[in-house]
């Protein structure tokens, strides 16, 4: 079997949260800060040195990411494209993208998932390496009922993760960043649709969770996590970038910097 990953990012669903705005653009595509939000998902990909990545997205949207990102080429990647007929949760990505992935390893991004901290490369390029099971990254949360929060025994071993739960003793929420093994496209065959009628990802976790091949990498203090799927958090993102590129004079979510970076760029 390949150890070669491939990157999807799912840049789909109706963007309710934003509505009226997202009525008639996708939501992956309205500015944060002075880039398009899809710039920081993929470049998270890009920073775990992965060339070729799938977007999905839905049929009415997907020429717009054609235009603004292309094939690839320009920065020494390659870009394929995937409709999303309908909206069935974050483990949908790994059955609509089966062929694309073929027999490589996969690391899957929701596309307005935001990550900033020191050494992040670091991190994901080691999370690349533990390939036989899953790699989940954490975040320590306040409201833990609007993420699927994952729970430690006293080795620091992960025996549950719950969706939304209503009471939790645990504070950390797994981000919508995934590196999964290959035996994940097999695996999301098995999910059956949720009462919220999604493929969850929570579902595709669980059976990884119990074959005892999870890994976790907490991102705590001294790094920023957010999910731009609402205004505020679309504002709160916007104003964290721009403060950080403009007190430290570097660019964030530089798709093209980082594949100079990366030697793809002369």
């Given at each position: ?34 880039k398009p939000?899809?710039?920081y998902?993929?470049?998270?990909l ?13 049929s ?41 992935i073929?027999?490589d ?18 991190k ?22 609007d993420?699927?929060?994952?729970t ?22 797994v ?8 035996k ?19 579902d ?30 679309i ?7 721009r ?14 910097e ?8 002369l």
């Amino acid at each position: 079997m390949s150890q070669e990953y491939k990157g999807i990012i799912l840049a789909g669903g109706k963007g309710t949260r934003l509505y009226p705005v997202t009525k008639v653009i996708n939501k992956h595509l309205l500015p944060i800060y002075d880039k398009p939000m899809i710039y920081y998902s993929l470049s998270v990909l890009l920073l775990a040195k992965i060339k070729d990545i799938l977007i999905i997205s839905e049929s009415n949207h997907i020429d717009s990411f054609k235009k603004i990102l292309k094939d690839g080429s320009q920065i020494g990647i390659n870009l394929s494209y995937k409709i999303q007929e309908k909206p069935q949760g974050v483990a949908q990505a790994l059955h609509i993208g089966e062929k694309f992935i073929e027999k490589d390893n996969i690391a899957l991004i929701l596309g307005d998932n935001f990550f900033f901290g020191s050494n992040f490369r670091d991190k994901i390029l080691k999370a690349k390496m533990q390939n036989k099971g899953a790699t989940l990254f954490t975040y320590p949360v306040k409201n833990t009922r609007d993420f699927g929060i994952i729970t430690f025994d006293k080795k620091n071993i992960p025996i549950s993760i719950i969706e939304k739960p209503k009471k939790s003793k645990s504070k950390l929420a797994v981000t919508g960043l995934y590196f999964y093994n290959n035996k994940a496209i097999q695996y999301a065959k098995h999910i059956s649709l949720s009462k919220r009628k999604e493929f969850e990802i929570t579902d595709l976790n669980k059976i990884f969770l119990k074959k005892k091949l999870i890994n976790c990498v907490n991102l705590d203090r001294g790094f920023y996590w957010n999910d731009a799927g609402t205004f505020d958090g679309i504002d709160d993102i916007s104003k964290q970038i721009r403060l950080l590129e403009t007190r430290h004079n570097l660019k964030i979510g530089n798709p093209e910097e980082i594949a100079r970076h990366n030697g793809w760029l002369l």
